[in-house]
């Protein structure tokens, strides 16, 4: 579930034109306005528009104006919209190429269904401004540009073979994922050579028809080199195209280096240690007496250094002398983030896909892509390390449930392949890693990391591996905790590390504390299920924007 910054603290505006330039010091004026995206060039097709032949969008260059003084320009993006139109280049339509991502869609490929139709490309300049520093609040502004192509789309030529292509992502040429999809692109072909059918086949198996998908799956794989191969043939005769990679053993858990802090199942009260989670704040907000806690997960970004320092040395803690501060990073692109625009090179176009959930200022990323995204990790971790954090918490670590949530088809192995090296990373820069949701692979993770944060498992009855033993998905059974394989996260707890878990106030199933509600709705009773040891975590109802509004802790 997507909480915090991507909800009520952003005050999130999309307007149709504008955008900022780096200034620092004093607020903008009241009424001020951010200048638009400003572009020089005219927009225009290259090459000849053909199904199966690639066109591109050329022609204009864009760069973000002077700021008025106060605002802060976070990223620059430019994507790309393509459509086929009629003749006349009105009444459009999606095009039928297969993109993830418009970032990546510079380039295109026509297909068959737009033979005799005009393209239409769509150039959007966005950029996103930080208007005020408390409460963080930004703004996104856009301009565009459209252009027709001056002559229709070839059909494909007669009695030429037809042919596809990968799409959507392909696995590293090493990786520890024993198991991959792949998707191809819709044959391209001429119609007068009859249908165009495919076929695939992974090492040397069988051939096997083309899912109406266009979606395959290579099953688990030895480690080893392996290859895909795809055939694709009308009565003009067939094309064949292959992939090779190689699965190689996962690494090792590395031990965290230095002074690390473990954050422990119990405080030395006997219970779970108490946290509070405020990733929706600009700025940390000090819980004190009763309300003490001894953790505090904060956003990465917005917490300055010297935060993190008076957390760590002059704020009160529940147990301990002085809390400690857990670095919140999110894996999906934000474009609010000061590393998000993709010519910087920390998210490369191609690694960006769908959406997440409906939330435009957001998109998943292609994890499969560890080579392209270690420099964008390595900084982000490196930045919690320099500002003192203790350790991390990575979200969004569920894209492969289900595969086809990115755009990207991505499997649990993949995930797997990059989370090893964000956790070992992680202890590799002195501090302890945070395992987020995903109950599936908690018995996996909890070989790399230190302990785990999960949402909504007392709603969802999915606290405890004996509530999902017996069931399976991805290929895993799911165990008791004396299995080999089990889901949820008291296999944390059992082992000693700790788990904090949210329900949030906008669920309307548990109530607040005082409240006189029957069964499972109370408070005590949500107490008693999720924060009882021996196997209890440190349970908080919160609102679901995390700004501190809300904080209900067990007991």
Not at 336 to 346: K, V
Not at 352 to 381: K, N, S
Request: hydrophobic residues 35%; charged residues 20%.
């Amino acid at each position: 579930m997507k909480t915090g910054l991507a909800l009520a603290l952003i005050t999130f505006a999309a307007l149709v034109t504008g955008i900022p330039a780096p200034a620092a010091g004093a607020a903008p004026a009241a009424g001020t306005p951010a200048p638009p995206p400003v572009h020089q060039g005219t927009l225009r097709i290259l090459g000849l528009p053909r199904d199966g032949a690639a066109v591109s969008a050329a022609g204009l260059r864009w760069h973000a104006p002077r700021l008025p003084r106060g605002m802060t320009l976070l990223s620059f993006e430019v994507a790309y919209t393509w459509q086929s139109c009629d003749a006349g280049g009105r009444h459009c339509r999606p095009g039928s190429d297969t993109t993830a991502t418009p970032f990546a869609a510079r380039r295109y490929v026509p297909g068959q269904a737009e033979a005799g139709r005009r393209l239409r490309v769509t150039e959007t300049a966005a950029e996103v401004i930080e208007t005020e520093r408390v409460p963080f609040t930004f703004q996104v502004i856009r301009r565009s540009v459209s252009t027709v192509a001056d002559v229709p789309v070839r059909a494909y030529p007669r009695h030429q073979p037809p042919v596809t292509a990968f799409v959507n992502g392909t696995p590293e040429r090493h990786t520890a994922s024993a198991e991959e999809y792949f998707e191809v692109a819709a044959p391209h072909a001429n119609a007068a050579d009859g249908p165009a059918r495919q076929w695939y086949r992974v090492d040397h198996g069988p051939w096997r028809a083309m899912p109406k998908s266009r979606v395959f799956y290579t099953g688990t794989l030895a480690p080893g080199p392996h290859q895909v191969a795809v055939r694709t043939a009308s009565r003009a005769g067939a094309t064949r195209i292959s992939f090779g990679w190689q699965v190689d053993p996962p690494p090792s858990p590395l031990p965290c280096q230095g002074q690390c802090w473990y954050p422990p199942h119990l405080d030395r009260t006997g219970h779970p240690m108490r946290w509070d989670w405020q990733i929706g704040r600009t700025t940390p907000l000090q819980r004190t007496g009763r309300s003490a806690v001894d953790i505090y997960d904060i956003d990465g970004f917005l917490t300055t250094r010297a935060e993190v320092t008076a957390i760590k040395t002059t704020w009160r803690a529940a147990t301990l002398p002085h809390p400690r501060a857990v670095c919140y990073l999110d894996l999906a692109w934000e474009d609010y983030r000061p590393d998000a625009s993709p010519a910087d090179g920390y998210f490369p176009a191609a690694a960006l896909g769908h959406v997440y959930y409906g939330y435009p200022e957001e998109r998943w990323t292609d994890l499969r892509q560890l080579d392209a995204l270690e420099p964008m990790l390595r900084e982000r971790i490196g930045m919690c390390a320099r500002k003192g954090f203790d350790a991390v918490e990575l979200d969004d670590i569920d894209s492969f449930d289900p595969p086809s949530t990115t755009g990207f088809h991505l499997t649990p192995g993949d995930l797997q392949n990059f989370l090893a090296y964000a956790f070992n990373e992680i202890h590799l820069a002195g501090m302890t890693a945070l395992w987020k949701n995903s109950p599936y692979l908690s018995w996996w993770g909890r070989q790399y990391a230190d302990g785990a944060v999960v949402e909504e498992c007392y709603l969802d009855h999915a606290c405890f591996a004996a509530q999902f033993r017996g069931s399976r998905q991805y290929g895993i059974t799911c165990t008791g905790l004396r299995g080999g394989t089990p889901c949820g996260w008291d296999d944390f707890t059992v082992a000693g590390k700790w788990a904090g878990e949210a329900e949030y106030a906008e669920d309307d199933y548990v109530c607040n504390p005082g409240q006189q509600c029957k069964g499972p709705h109370s408070f005590g009773a949500f107490c008693r299920s999720v924060y009882a040891v021996p196997h209890g975590f440190a349970a908080v109802k919160f609102d679901v924007d995390l700004d501190g509004r809300m904080f209900y802790p067990c007991p």
